[in-house]
């Protein structure tokens, strides 16, 4: 008697084993699992933040510089301020030399080896852990400069921002087609003005994205600005001067011995979280309306 | 658009702002010769004093000018890779709900929210180690490890709450995000055909998923966890404020210890004395190293897998 040929239709019938079926179960429960767990710590911490941080906020911890240790009130209007200082300065180093690094990288070192050169070591410049630029820019400026400074932790903070700039800004660029550069050079236009008035304006959004995203990276971090700004527990405005920092000043109160400043602590780290948290989500919103203006 | 044609000496400018983009791609090169000058410069005292040695010797002695670095490369590597072995199975299991098997209204959620772990800054971390964490690992978890795990000799001692374990947690919280979306890409990489064709052979969702995508996605899943190792092997400002800061090699998870990155985010501003400051930049230094190498292979791995798809936004 010939074999009966057996045709896909036939398998679909065959039940699958309960082994594979319960299997299947399992993992995609695990799977389930898995997201739960991670979704826990997120919950805990920002729910905690705002628990911890809502009380603490007030007009003084707003307006008023640190008291002495122990003593109740007082707060971290200077280290804001010393963030945002900081920050600025930072970012008016970073942000041009990252957005020409990219401009370099999409418009004149495509497929280059020094472009790729260039590239490569964005990248390994990415993954350097950010107490190491502490200790290059303690190098540069502190030592040179004989004292912690606000500009050393600038420095040390841009250092931070050029890569991720860098890479955010030539992917845009490139996204932006060709034929709208060829349309503005049949025009007459020259090239640098093409760069910067057609290519990089139709890739303005995207290229804010990764500026924003280098932003919300450098904001929170401590460890390079340990020896660099060094904090501060005064108002300061001089580059040159030792500089309190929101994120140092979290830091130092929560590793304190008092309760008083470990509650300051949970308020500076409300604050921070709210400013980080609202430029990632300006990207977010930025980046929903399509990278390009425009084209596509 | 007569503006825009008429504007100046178009050839001089064009190569004046060539100059100017090529010297900002070269600022990128200079900076990363800098660093690794600096290291080197700052660092040959304590080369010159101990030379091999000083990652062998586990005494850190300022007073007497004594430093070895094996409690620090000891406590890097211990809490590194606990923090894998807990975050792994973790950001895979997210990397595959959110893209085999949520519905395609939740996908975007729960990657902007597995992201947004990504952008809480490692100083809140550690802050809600130190009050929340800390004591629920003192009073729950760490007592009933020592009852029932005890007799491996891991979850031995005191339990003060504070040491290796509540590092490597903090540090499995802080790299899931980066292995996840790393896996999610390298999935999201992976041709529909495959998935098609391996369910239309009768298999379950989980056996698509294993030999479907997950085989060959696995080179790029590797590059995640290395780029994950390489992000928990600097990671600072969490580890140092809870793993207690403290030169000792000790067997059990629950004993204090010391990381590369944390002895210099706590010594390096009180370093008094040339050989202590140089001792300091040479952890510095063999820690760059050791990043650099775990982030390029990390990055050669994700790139065998998603070589040949478009390139796409990281954010």
Redesign the interface.
């Known amino acids: 008697m010939p074999e009966k040929v057996m045709l896909p239709a036939d398998f679909a019938d065959a039940p699958i084993s309960l082994w594979r079926r319960g299997l299947n179960f399992v993992v995609s429960v695990a799977a389930i699992g898995a997201v739960l767990l991670v979704l826990l710590p997120l919950g805990a911490v920002f729910g905690y933040l705002v628990y911890k941080g809502i009380g603490s906020i007030n007009w003084a911890f707003l307006t008023q510089i640190p008291k002495p240790p122990g003593e109740a009130g007082g707060g971290m209007a200077n280290a804001i301020a010393g963030s945002v200082y900081i920050l600025l300065i930072a970012s008016s180093m970073g942000v041009p030399l990252g957005i020409g690094a990219g401009i370099y990288l999409s418009e004149y070192g495509r497929g280059t080896g020094f472009g790729n050169l260039i590239r490569f070591t964005a990248d390994v410049l990415n993954g350097v852990p950010s107490i190491i630029v502490g200790i290059v820019a303690y190098g540069l400026v502190v030592l040179s400069q004989g004292h912690f400074s606000a500009l050393a932790g600038g420095v040390a903070l841009a250092i931070m921002m050029v890569p991720t700039i860098t890479r955010t800004t030539e992917e845009m660029l490139l996204l932006v087609p060709q034929a709208v550069r060829e349309a503005a050079y049949g025009l007459g236009v020259s090239r640098w003005r093409t760069t910067l008035s057609i290519t990089l304006r139709t890739a303005t959004s995207g290229v804010i994205t990764g500026v924003m995203l280098a932003f919300a990276r450098v904001a929170g971090e401590t460890a390079p600005l340990l020896f660099t700004a060094f904090g501060n527990q005064y108002w300061n405005w001089k580059m040159n001067q030792p500089t309190a920092a929101l994120s140092l000043q979290i830091f130092t109160y929560a590793i304190s011995p008092f309760d008083e400043w470990h509650k300051q602590a949970w308020a500076g780290a409300l604050i921070l979280i709210v400013l980080i948290v609202a430029s990632v989500g300006a990207v977010r919103l930025v980046a929903s309306r399509g990278m390009l203006k425009g084209a596509n | 658009?007569q503006w825009?044609?008429k504007?100046?000496d178009?050839?001089r400018?064009?190569t004046?702002?060539?100059y100017?983009?090529?010297?900002?791609?070269?600022?990128?090169?200079a900076?990363?010769v800098?660093?690794v000058y600096?290291?080197v410069t700052?660092s040959s005292l304590s080369w010159h004093a101990f030379g091999w040695k000083f990652f062998f010797r586990s005494e850190w002695d300022p007073v007497n000018d004594q430093y070895g670095a094996l409690p620090f490369v000891y406590g890097t590597i211990v809490s590194s890779i606990l923090a894998l072995i807990i975050a792994v199975?973790?950001?895979?299991?997210?990397a595959?709900?959110?893209t085999e098997?949520s519905p395609r209204w939740l996908r975007g959620a729960?990657a902007?929210?597995?992201e947004?772990?990504a952008?809480?800054?490692?100083?809140?971390?550690?802050?809600?180690a130190?009050?929340?964490l800390v004591p629920l690992l003192r009073q729950y978890l760490q007592p009933w490890l020592a009852k029932y795990l005890g007799w491996t000799g891991l979850f031995e001692g005191p339990p003060y709450g504070i040491g290796m374990l509540a590092a490597g947690i903090i540090l499995a919280?802080m790299v899931?995000p980066i292995i996840?979306s790393i896996t999610r890409e390298v999935m999201t990489a992976v041709p529909q055909q495959q998935r098609e064709g391996v369910l239309a052979l009768?298999a379950?969702?989980?056996?698509m998923?294993r030999t479907g995508v997950l085989r060959n996605a696995r080179a790029g899943i590797m590059g995640g966890v290395i780029?994950g190792l390489?992000r928990a092997?600097?990671?600072?400002?969490a580890v140092t404020?809870v793993i207690g800061n403290r030169p000792e090699i000790a067997k059990s998870l629950f004993a204090p210890g010391y990381t590369m990155?944390s002895v210099?985010?706590n010594e390096?501003?009180e370093a008094t004395g040339d050989l202590y400051l140089s001792a300091l930049?040479e952890v510095?230094l063999a820690?760059?190293i050791v990043?650099?190498i775990?982030?390029?292979v990390a990055?050669f791995l994700v790139w065998t897998v998603t070589r040949g798809t478009p390139?796409r936004?990281?954010?």
């Open positions: 658009m825009l044609i504007a100046g178009s050839r400018a064009d004046a702002f060539f100017a983009m090529i010297a900002c791609g070269l600022s990128v090169l900076i990363v800098l660093i600096e290291l700052k199975p973790l950001a895979i299991g997210v595959v709900y959110i098997m729960l902007f929210t597995t947004l772990l952008a809480i800054p490692s100083v809140i971390y550690g802050l809600w130190i009050f929340v919280i899931v996840s009768g379950t969702r989980w056996e998923i780029l390489g092997l600097g990671e600072t400002m404020m990155a210099i985010a390096f501003s930049v510095g820690l760059f990043t650099i775990v982030n390029i990055q390139a936004s990281h954010a």
